[in-house]
């Protein structure tokens, strides 16, 4: 079994700053890819950031220059740094990664998801 826990969420003014974790447990072998995605009421879940075992990023254009993802191998966690948020980044924001468990197949998992409300 492999779970996901996000940490981090939380109310904060526009323009504002915050930071989510996600931290990896269970039965892994590796992380592969790690992504942040985040979802509205009535809304498809939408990839935020994304961040290679390399440390490859991919960030969706409404976020490009204001959140930043990066990771450590070693502790198995993610991190997505947030500044200059703005009201549209309200949603709740979800981890997912690739991981190879000890059965060594590679499978897709998601955290729980953790509510990130801008408003002032």
């Known amino acids: 079994q492999v779970q996901l826990v996000e940490s981090g969420g939380g109310l904060v003014q526009p323009g504002g700053s915050l930071r989510l974790s996600c931290a990896a447990s269970?039965?892994?072998?590796?992380?592969?890819?790690m992504r942040w995605y985040r979802q509205t009421p009535g809304s498809q879940r939408e990839m935020v950031a994304e961040i290679s075992r390399l440390g490859i990023t991919n960030y969706a254009d409404s976020v490009k220059g204001r959140f930043a993802i990066s990771r450590d191998n070693a502790k198995r966690t993610v991190t997505l740094q947030m500044n200059s948020l703005k009201p549209e980044d309200t949603a709740v924001y979800f981890c997912?990664?690739?991981?190879?468990?000890?059965?060594?197949?590679?499978?897709?998992?998601w955290g729980q998801g953790t509510q990130v409300t801008v408003s002032s």
């Open positions: 997912n990664a690739d991981v190879r468990d000890t059965t060594n197949w590679l499978r897709n998992y």
């Open positions: 269970g039965s892994i072998v590796s992380c592969e890819a």
